[in-house]
């Protein structure tokens, strides 16, 4: 009698037995942006997910009458996951999606909730499939549940007060935080480093239940409606050490191709459409935070307390303007914000053993610093002109190169998003 009363316990609570479950990372995907995508577009993104170790996209979406071309696109990512093994799941973003929507909500769940592709709480469909937003903290989900009650669901939402999951009555399994960069909530901007003050906050409400926490690697953006620049300048490597101490249940990366918010990991997606950010992104990769993240995915996976590196690298990102230059031409000024920044550029080293790291930022002079074997951030004052980087280990130069952006002087319209490189041995 115990023993069944046990299991019926564990089956109606997953988030119990939370160390039998699969650790995963899923990076947030704006369908949003990708109108014209075929299956094989879905295929480029997926493989490159594929190969830093992401288990999975959250769809980020908006209803038909919004974006008419969602449910091609949603039948789409699921079969390219589908024929690759990965996986997926719908995040609703209420932005747009509203709760008198729920009834279209549900058939869209039920559609997809015993999908192949579909991202499971655990390992199996017997765990409950995932399903996720982006804000909408009061949508219902207990209709939602009750309608498919053949089907198991794992509600995650995106929650904004981390208060609210305590005593929630909307049959929300867990929950995701949309805080990946120092912020007092909301919108607010503060003062950096990122500190894991909301994930706290999260873990305590949630009191064992699982958590989806987020990671980012920057967030500027510089339209009418929005025009800020959070202070994620150490944020790529600092967030992924506070992942591997805080051991959450769930990754959820923010985000693999909003380039609107410059917070893409992706390449540079040649057939999304553009709301007008490649004005700020066209020409700024960011494909070298995936050879960053790539150790730090694995360790937490492995429950590592760090990332193992395997070959000697060089990440560096950096500004192209110091931040008080003014801009000749851009009518909205300069983004809030831009007084917590610093001008420096900053550079990750991959070692498999100490080596010693020369950065030359345009006219200042060569700097060098020994640094450790395993991924160490270090900053540099930033100098206009070519940026230039090597590393040399028991006097051999073992890698070198130089930036394809320099840091300029001047400027016409405010670009506060990095510029990302890699250098390998």
């Not at 591997?244 to 893409?264: M, Q």
């Not at 990769?285 to 993240?293: C, D, E, I």
């Not at 990440?315 to 000024?333: H, I, N």
Request: hydrophobic share 40%; with cysteine.
């Amino acid at each position: 009698m115990a023993k069944r009363f046990v299991a019926a316990l564990l089956a109606a609570m997953p988030w119990l037995v939370e160390s039998q479950t699969e650790k995963s990372v899923y990076a947030h995907f704006m369908v949003g942006i990708v109108e014209k995508y075929t299956v094989d577009d879905w295929k480029t993104d997926i493989a490159q997910a594929q190969a830093i170790g992401i288990d999975g996209f959250a769809l980020n979406c908006a209803p038909e009458r919004v974006d008419n071309y969602t449910p091609k696109q949603l039948a789409n990512a699921y079969q390219a996951a589908e024929e690759l093994g990965f996986k997926v799941f719908i995040s609703f973003d209420f932005a747009y999606w509203n709760t008198g929507d729920t009834e279209n909500i549900i058939d869209i769940v039920g559609n997809y909730s015993s999908h192949p592709a579909q991202a499971y709480y655990g390992m199996s469909i017997s765990d409950g499939a995932i399903v996720s937003t982006f804000i909408g903290d009061t949508m219902d989900w207990n209709a939602v549940k009750n309608e498919l009650s053949n089907q198991k669901i794992t509600a995650l939402p995106n929650i904004q007060d981390p208060n609210f999951v305590a005593n929630a009555q909307t049959g929300l399994d867990g929950a995701f935080s949309w805080y990946a960069w120092p912020t007092g909530g909301g919108n607010s901007i503060i003062p950096g480093p990122m500190s894991t003050v909301w994930d706290n906050q999260f873990i305590e409400n949630l009191a064992g239940r699982p958590y989806m926490a987020p990671v980012s690697p920057w967030f500027f953006t510089h339209f009418n409606s929005k025009n800020w620049v959070f202070i994620s300048e150490d944020l790529p490597n600092l967030r992924w050490e506070q992942i591997l101490a805080l051991k959450p249940t769930l990754v959820e990366i923010v985000t693999w191709n909003d380039f609107g918010e410059s917070h893409y990991i992706s390449d540079s997606q040649p057939n999304h459409s553009d709301d007008g950010s490649g004005a700020w992104a066209t020409g700024y990769p960011h494909a070298g935070f995936r050879t960053l993240w790539a150790p730090y995915i694995a360790a937490y996976k492995s429950g590592a307390e760090k990332p193992t590196v395997e070959s000697d690298q060089l990440v560096y990102w950096y500004r192209t303007t110091p931040k008080d230059t003014v801009c000749t031409s851009d009518a909205l000024g300069p983004p809030d914000g831009i007084e917590y920044l610093a001008d420096v550029v900053f550079v990750a080293t991959m070692l498999t053993e100490p080596a010693e790291l020369t950065v030359t930022s345009g006219g200042n002079a060569p700097a060098t610093v020994t640094v450790d074997a395993g991924i160490i951030t270090t900053n540099f004052t930033m100098g206009v002109g070519q940026q230039s980087f090597s590393v040399s280990r028991n006097g051999v130069e073992i890698l070198s190169g130089t930036s394809e952006k320099d840091i300029a002087s001047s400027c016409e319209t405010y670009n506060y998003n990095p510029y990302v490189g890699v250098l390998s041995a």
